[in-house]
Nanobody
Framework: QVQLLESGGGLVQAGGSLRLSCAASGVTFSLYTMAWFRQVPGKEREFVAVINRGGTVTDYGDFVKGRFTISRDNAKRTVFLQMNSLKPEDTAVYFC???????????????????WGQGTQVTVSS
């Protein structure tokens, strides 16, 4: 019932920017905490950013703090990830995640979230 679709990934040079989008359907979007994770082959899925249901609280993984910004537009049922000053280490598949629980009741581990998109590839060249 809940469907998440990421878009906006691609190839960019180090220092460049990308904006990822995640469109949700089948949900009352404003009642879902939204998050971004990323994963590279052979490694665990890594927390990137989270935004609460009302869009008033955000948090970020240490590696991306100060460079990435998460936001949401509940009317458009979409969450965004603005990525600036990209580094080759940011190369990964980026996943959108959603859960009906509140921000305070969720953790930064991937198994905390119920719904996931298919992912979008981000590649940063040096």
């Amino acid at each position: 019932q809940v469907q998440l679709l990421e878009s906006g990934g691609g190839l960019v040079q180090a220092g460049g920017s990308l904006r990822l989008s995640c469109a949700a359907s089948g949900v009352t979007f404003s009642l879902y905490t939204m998050a971004w994770f990323r994963q590279v082959p052979g490694k665990e899925r890594e927390f990137v950013a989270v935004i609460n249901r009302g869009g008033t609280v955000t948090d970020y993984g240490d590696f991306v703090k100060g460079r990435f910004t998460i936001s949401r537009d509940n009317a458009k049922r979409t969450v965004f990830l603005q990525m600036n000053s990209l580094k080759p280490e940011d190369t990964a598949v980026y996943f959108c995640a959603a859960d009906s629980r509140t921000y305070r009741d969720l953790t930064t581990t991937s198994n905390s979230y119920t719904y996931w998109g298919q992912g979008t590839q981000v590649t940063v060249s040096s």
